[in-house]
């Protein structure tokens, strides 16, 4: 499966690092809330297995499934929720775990949706940014890395459900997507 990357964008180490950084400010401006830490799957698997664990507030752990993609690597612009949440948002504190931000349009709908739904306050909190593919503009409090328009795996990100489960963020060779 290594042998299909192309280049190491981000170790896991490099991970590990920013993943904390992200907690310790996420734990200091929600020391006195007890918010629903909310994961969008799949793509966020790991990383909110991985931040939820650096977390020392009172939260609560939630999922939902949002579909934008298909198998491809570009967004299809529609949204459908496959797997709403199990929690009532309504009157929470909510912080989103997403993967990664592209168009923006997978998250704007998340956000409006949450909000619809009563909730007090939506946040939303990032590993991976790509600022140049924006469509929709979204308010993202919390990221760790900015990158180029590079196709990610890795990390719980995927091509074609593939992938996922590589601890490092990489690229692919032009010649997998053939
Ligand atoms: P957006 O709606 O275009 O912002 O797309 C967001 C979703 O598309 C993310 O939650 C990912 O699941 C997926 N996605 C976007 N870029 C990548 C990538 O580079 N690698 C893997 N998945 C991606
Ligand atoms: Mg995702």
């Not at 499966?1 to 280049?7: P, S």
């Not at 400010?25 to 007890?34: A, C, H, M, R, V």
């Not at 709403?84 to 949706?113: A, F, H, Q």
């Not at 909730?119 to 990032?126: E, L, P, Q, R």
């Amino acid at each position: 499966m290594t042998n299909d990357i192309e280049k190491v964008l981000f170790s896991a180490n490099q991970i590990d690092l920013a993943v904390n950084k992200l907690a310790v400010k996420i734990n200091e401006d929600y020391k006195d809330d007890k918010p629903i830490v909310l994961g969008l799957l799949t793509g966020c698997f790991i990383f909110i297995s991985d931040i939820v664990r650096k977390l020392n507030i009172s939260c609560q752990i939630d999922f939902m499934c949002v579909r934008s993609y298909g198998s491809g690597t570009v967004s299809t612009g529609s949204v459908n929720i496959t797997k709403p949440m199990t929690m009532s948002p309504k009157g929470r504190k909510i912080i989103i775990m997403e993967d990664i931000i592209d168009s923006g349009i997978t998250l704007s709908y998340v956000v409006k949706y949450l909000y619809e739904q009563g909730a007090a306050d939506v946040k939303i909190c990032t590993l991976l940014n790509k600022p140049s593919r924006r469509q929709v503009q979204v308010d993202i409090t919390y990221s760790a890395f900015d990158i180029d328009n590079d196709f990610v795996v890795g990390y719980g990100m995927d091509y074609n459900n593939k992938y996922r489960n590589l601890p490092f963020i990489g690229v692919l060779k032009e010649e997998i997507y053939l």
